[in-house]
């Protein structure tokens, strides 16, 4: 069989079941062809079908062609059934073998491409949102299941992290989206201000107040009220909240009379609002009335794999926009969005994106194009990806040399690696059995 296989096949042989195991971790081939007559049972099938097992389960991408006798098409049958991906029935015939071979191999190919598209594929269906993290993908949960209600949320996170997103979100997936969504930022108001434009005002209630206005809170009647920045509304204006979160009436300015107002409320901040109360510039019982639900959005970087799905996502709608479409990013771009610390998240890869789609020579976007240039990644306080796999690989060892009772030889067979390389292991990461390290 061996002289079937083209040159540029690496292939390991082994003949029996423990010698197969260690090449498989070893290897982690994408195809496996497999005798079922082995040691110590050459004429049966048990040690194989044992083999089988052991393969799907330790290494399941590996497609497994098992080779059977010429008329065992039972054996081939219940192979099959357990997870293999083919047979092939002896004695050898090198143009079939080469045939199911590559195919089994154009089967592990495709099988990896969508794994890598399922990877950054978009995971949630919220409308605007991209998300492919299991942490984004728990809040867009927890968030499909606060929206239908009416309770006050406080949405927390960082600037550019999406969370007057999360908010629109919560009034469009709930039974007002045919009402109003008003969005009032309360940092960006003057807080002299910000009480008019809240709750409104009567004629003649100060100077230039030349017709009553209704405010944004009576605005928003029978929607969603959104209040950005909450951490920063002034306290004299903090209790006037209070009371219409309790009693749900407004109170204009200049007026004696109660309004009664129906709205959903829903307030975002990037302050740590228990902070703001120690420091008494936030009301506790303020706080306890906003954050019936707290939503605590990640920052981009906490999140496994959203940098790159957003940002595949960004290039094609502003290459869309702009003209520009069917632009891709280079590797090196790729390893640079996925590394970046992103202090503005989303925000920021959307200017960055931008510029890219602007500036980008020909169809392919580089590191460059985005501004990401080397020294703006991962710094000495962020994880890059050697620490990452540093510390997997340690935590591996540890694993398998415990599971051994630190028997160097199993331990290495377990990995898959020399007793040599094992050793090198243990020196690099000063892993020693406990007695010696007790010892010490
Ligand atoms: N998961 C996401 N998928 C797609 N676009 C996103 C996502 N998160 C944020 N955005 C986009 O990023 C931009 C910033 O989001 P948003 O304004 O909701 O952030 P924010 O947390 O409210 O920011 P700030 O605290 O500065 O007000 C918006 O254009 C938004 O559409």
């Not at 069989?1 to 971790?25: G, N």
């Not at 204006?237 to 004696?256: I, M, N, T």
Request: proline share 4%; hydrophobic share 40%.
């Amino acid at each position: 069989m061996r002289w079937c296989f083209s040159d540029d096949l690496e292939v390991a042989q082994a003949a029996d079941r423990e010698s197969a195991l260690t090449a498989l971790r070893r290897m982690e081939p994408d195809v496996v062809t497999l005798d079922l007559g082995l040691p110590p049972d050459p004429g049966g099938a048990s040690e194989g079908f044992s083999l089988l097992e052991d393969i799907l389960r330790l290494s399941p991408q590996s497609k497994v062609i098992v080779v059977t006798g010429r008329e065992d098409k039972e054996n081939a049958v219940k192979a099959i059934g357990m997870g293999a991906c083919d047979f092939y029935q002896k004695p050898l015939d090198a143009d079939i073998l080469t045939f199911v071979v590559n195919r089994a191999f154009r089967i592990a190919e495709l099988e990896k491409e969508n794994r890598e598209l399922s990877q950054h594929r978009n995971g949630t269906s919220i409308k605007g949102i991209v998300a492919a993290s299991p942490q984004m993908l728990a809040i867009c949960r927890t968030l499909e299941k606060v929206a239908p209600t009416d309770v006050t949320t406080l949405i927390i996170g960082e600037t550019g992290t999406g969370k007057e997103l999360l908010a629109r979100a919560l009034h469009d997936l709930g039974h007002r989206r045919a009402k109003p969504f008003a969005a009032i930022n309360c940092a960006a108001i003057p807080e002299n201000l910000l009480e008019s434009e809240l709750f409104g005002f009567e004629k003649g209630s100060f100077t230039g107040a030349t017709q009553s206005k209704k405010g944004k809170i009576e605005n928003a009647n029978g929607g969603t009220l959104f209040l950005d920045e909450i951490g920063d509304m002034p306290m004299s204006l903090q209790a006037k909240l209070l009371r219409f979160l309790q009693e749900r009436v407004v109170d204009r300015v200049g007026s004696l009379k109660p309004i009664p107002v129906d709205v959903r409320v829903v307030c975002a901040t990037h302050q740590d609002v228990r902070q703001l109360i120690d420091q008494g510039t936030f009301r506790e019982d303020l706080y306890y009335r906003i954050s019936e639900i707290t939503l605590d959005v990640p920052a981009l970087r906490e999140r496994d794999g959203d940098a790159l799905v957003i940002a595949q996502s960004l290039l094609k709608s502003l290459g869309r926009q702009m003209d520009r479409p069917n632009l891709s990013y280079t590797e090196d771009a790729i390893c640079a969005i996925s590394s970046y610390h992103w202090p503005g998240n989303v925000r920021e890869m959307i200017n960055k994106v931008k510029r890219a789609t602007i500036m980008a020579d020909g169809k392919r976007v580089t590191a460059l194009d985005l501004e990401l240039k080397q020294d703006s990644l991962v710094d000495d306080n962020q994880l890059n990806l050697r620490q990452v796999r540093e510390t997997a690989e340690r935590q591996a060892i540890l694993q398998a040399l415990q599971s051994c009772n630190f028997n160097m030889a199993q331990a290495s067979r377990l990995l898959g690696v020399t007793r040599p390389t094992l050793y090198n292991l243990t020196d690099k990461y000063r892993i020693g059995a406990p007695e010696t390290t007790s010892g010490a």
